[in-house]
């Protein structure tokens, strides 16, 4: 019904930047919220940021101030910079979105496939 599809992880030395993208397709009406959480070996599964359609935004206390959100809705994307990388913040990150398939409100809640950030010398 509706996909996410992330892009941009990779290896990265500590200090340095990486851009994700996640696109959102399929039977789309509107996007309610879309965000960004990570799951690192042997952890749960944490928010990282969140956007809403108005532009709110929370983050997790352990990226505020390194890692931007930032959203296209009329391409249905968001992206999260994330610059100052640490080695804890290595994990699989994973795009998240709420949203409205249809006029009469029923909504869809789901997970892209992830992508790997590895941070490490």
């Known amino acids: 019904q509706v996909q996410l599809v992330e892009s941009g992880g990779g290896l990265v030395q500590p200090g340095g930047s990486l851009r994700l993208s996640c696109a959102a397709s399929?039977?789309?009406?509107?996007?309610?919220?879309m965000g960004w959480y990570r799951q690192a070996p042997g952890k749960q599964r944490e928010l990282v940021a969140r956007?809403?359609?108005?532009?709110?935004?929370n983050y997790a206390d352990s990226v505020k101030g390194r890692f931007t959100i930032s959203r296209d809705n009329a391409k249905n994307m968001v992206y999260l910079q994330m610059n100052s990388l640490k080695a804890e913040d290595t994990a699989v990150y994973y795009c998240?979105?709420?949203?409205?398939?249809?006029?009469?409100?029923?909504?869809?809640?789901?997970w892209g496939q992830g992508t790997q950030v590895t941070v490490s010398s």
């Open positions: 956007m809403s359609t108005g532009g709110s935004t």
């Open positions: 998240n979105a709420d949203v409205v398939v249809s006029m009469d409100g029923s909504t869809w809640y789901g």
């Open positions: 399929g039977r789309i009406f509107s996007i309610n919220a």
